[in-house]
């Protein structure tokens, strides 16, 4: 399910890149916060763990990894889908209810 509503052929391309990982705030202030891990995780199939992470949480849909990606895909998209995916499911934070 995941993996239809992300470019599989840019997220491998990504998984070998990690520009963003220098330049995303969340990357810098966070510690175990790695984009880099969980695009492997879903280009190996194994995205379920992600669900119901804090990490996919934490992203701040800054656009600094769109601006910094060659390809202009950005992690943001892999974050997007795995929220989604997760809210789905009734996994998510307190906050993100209350926001709705």
């Given at each position: 399910?995941?993996?239809?509503?992300?470019?599989?052929?840019?997220?491998?391309?990504?998984?070998?890149?990690?520009?963003?990982?220098?330049?995303?705030?969340?990357?810098?202030?966070?510690?175990?916060?790695?984009?880099?891990?969980?695009?492997?995780?879903?280009?190996?199939?194994?995205?379920?763990?992600?669900?119901?992470?804090?990490?996919?949480?934490?992203?701040?849909?800054?656009?600094?990894?769109?601006?910094?990606?060659?390809?202009?895909?950005?992690?943001?998209?892999?974050?997007?889908?795995?929220?989604?995916?997760?809210?789905?499911r009734g996994i998510?934070?307190?906050?993100?209810?209350?926001?709705?």
């Amino acid at each position: 399910m995941i993996r239809s509503r992300l470019n599989i052929k840019l997220l491998e391309k990504c998984s070998e890149c990690g520009a963003c990982h220098s330049i995303c705030p969340s990357c810098q202030h966070l510690e175990g916060y790695d984009p880099r891990a969980v695009i492997k995780d879903i280009l190996s199939g194994d995205h379920e763990k992600w669900l119901s992470s804090k990490h996919i949480w934490q992203c701040l849909e800054c656009h600094h990894c769109l601006e910094m990606c060659f390809q202009h895909y950005g992690f943001e998209n892999a974050m997007t889908a795995l929220r989604t995916l997760a809210t789905k499911r009734g996994i998510y934070p307190p906050q993100v209810k209350r926001g709705w």
